[in-house]
């Protein structure tokens, strides 16, 4: 296979700037591809606070970017951070992007985030056309990149450098689609010939989403389950009539883990290491767990865990419902995680009211995350939704078994026990309800307290290959096709 030139073009991207699962594969896909020989770089704007807490050193260029933007034009330096063989390529522009939050104040968003993100796809396509070499491929992510297969075909098709470059974009989840007054039409200089129903025009509105969805030469998400999920009412988010038309493009390839970064035989902030054929630390990292919550220790009850955003689409509403009676059964539970502030207060009360049994931490700390993944028993995902999901990968990982709804990347990444016993992972349920989920944890209890069958679920749990491997090679496929 001849060495490709890949250009990532994403809002954020790990380790230097993160709020979820998009910057883990903006940062760690690129890595994995890098190692198969292909040259890839990685542009995202330059959140100077964001950056600066990475610890991550990053160099200026002699370079910079000229932008049009809402009647202003706009120089952008550019900076670089060469990690593992990747050249990540930061666009400055400190009144957009050296703010406290990447998308918004916490539990909001601010309201020029069309106008921050149409600048940084357009800086983002100006800084590919200064790389040594044509570009092959480029990679976006989400809304805040969806204008950039239409701005290519429509107002950078005279850059030599990426004239020929075929574009692929990945919705990492629907719901979020970047939805905008169609005022911003004129005064951001939009391809105004593309405004109408079968682009990026929706009720009236600009819908960066779609015009990715319509616009790019393949769409993948980040599941094969969730591929055809989005193509159904019940998933589609008012877009799967227009995803239904563009289906012919459109796949499924399931996220990787840095299973350098996540690795129980290494990891530093937990109380003992461990690996596949050496378990013996798992026990001592649930001691620190309970010591570290205020748990009871030597008590025979499973320790359920979960790490998550407190919305609906991770079904804390059926968590808050299961809770009373598995503190009534005995079973204990350490939760991290923030977002609605009535299931904060809900979760703060049932732990002051029990807390030798159960424990939230308010917020996120990944010193505390990586002590509950290792020192979990259970770990808990009842999402509603989930276009993939890292935390089961990184509970695996540390053989905290996961129990989870069978939807998106879930269903992609956990063998269930019902399913395939001698292969199972974890423990899915079907349905979104109280009943199912508890049902479900009461079937995992019941082989935890069998241990030579849950030793042989834990085995398997972190023996499988949750690398970027297998994904990287087919993102490869993909890419040599569109190229063909």
Known sequence: MARMNIVFIASEAAPLAKTGGLADVAGALPMALSRLGHKVSVILPYYRKQVGASGVRVHPLDESVTIWVDGVNRIAPLHIVSLDGVDFILVEQDDMFDRDGIYGPAGGAWEDNFPRFLFFSRAALEASCLLDKPVDIIHCHDWQTGFIPLLLKTQYQHQPRIASAKTVFTIHNLAYQGCFPSYWLHRLGLPADYYHTGCYEFYSQINCMKA?????????????????????????????????????????????????????????????????????????????????????????????????????????????????????????????????????????????????????????????????????????????????????????????????????????????????????????????????????????????????????????????????????????????????
């Not at 990292?285 to 025979?300: H, I, M, N």
């Not at 904060?344 to 931490?361: D, I, S, T, V, W």
Request: proline share 4%; charged share 20%; net charge negative.
């Open 212 to 484: 990715g969805i319509v616009e790019a030469d393949h769409i993948t998400t980040v599941s094969k389950t969730y591929a055809e999920e989005i193509l159904t009412p019940e998933y589609g988010c008012n877009l799967q009539g227009i995803l239904g038309e563009h289906a012919g493009k459109l796949s499924g390839i399931v996220n990787g883990l840095d299973i350098e970064n996540w690795d129980p035989a290494t990891d530093s902030a937990i109380a003992a290491n461990f690996t596949a054929g050496k378990m013996q630390g798992k026990a001592a990292c649930r001691a620190s767990l309970q010591e570290a919550a205020g748990l009871a220790t030597g008590t025979d009850a499973p320790l359920l865990t979960m790490i998550s955003r407190l919305a609906e689409q991770k079904g804390v509403d059926l968590l808050l419902d299961c809770i009373p009676q598995w503190l009534q059964d005995g079973y204990q539970l350490a939760i991290l995680g923030s977002g609605d502030p009535a299931w904060e207060a809900m979760l703060h009360r049932l732990a002051a009211e029990r807390p030798e049994q159960m424990y939230f931490f308010s917020g996120f700390d990944e010193t505390l995350a990586r002590k509950i993944y290792a020192g979990g028993d259970i770990f808990l995902m009842p999402s509603r939704f989930e276009p993939c999901g890292l935390g089961q990968l990184m509970a695996m990982r540390y053989g905290n078994i996961p129990v989870v709804r069978a939807t998106g990347g879930l269903k992609d990444t956990v063998t269930d026990y019902a399913q395939d016993k001698p292969n199972a992972t974890g423990f899915a349920f079907e349905e979104a309800n109280p009943a199912a989920f508890r049902a479900a944890v009461s079937a995992a209890v019941e082989v935890w307290r069998k241990p030579a069958s849950w030793k042989r679920i834990v085995s398997n749990a972190v023996r499988r290959d949750s690398s970027w491997d297998a994904s990287a090679s087919t993102y490869l496929e993909l890419y040599t096709s569109l190229k063909d």
